[in-house]
């Protein structure tokens, strides 16, 4: 898997973590990896805009492409979400540099 990047959809990357096993969960939730149109979430970023606003909860692919997003009104909070989303899977966040 590549290196995250600095930004992702414009967003500052604060922390990230990718997946061990290979992935955290799929969209949709639950879903059989294999099938066709079925998405592999191997990666998470908590992000932010550079000006204000809230934090953001990205979910990637293997690539870092965003699959999907959530805000969060802080980092914990972002990381409790993605602690819930997470199957089977202690999560590990990386500081950005």
């Not at 059989?32 to 805009?49: F, L, T, W």
């Not at 990637?60 to 969060?72: L, Q």
């Not at 979400?81 to 540099?97: C, G, L, M, P």
Request: glycine share 6%.
């Amino acid at each position: 898997m590549p290196s995250p990047p600095l930004q992702l959809d414009g967003s500052n990357v604060l922390f990230w973590t990718e997946s061990r096993l290979g992935r955290f969960h799929t969209i949709p939730y639950g879903a059989d990896p294999a099938d066709i149109g079925v998405i592999s979430v191997a990666a998470m970023a908590i992000c932010r805009y550079p000006d204000v606003g809230p934090y953001y909860l990205f979910k990637c692919d293997r690539n870092w492409e965003v699959v999907s997003d959530w805000d969060a009104e802080s980092i914990e909070k972002a990381q409790e979400i993605a602690s819930r989303h997470a199957i089977d899977e202690v999560i590990e966040w990386y500081a950005a540099v």
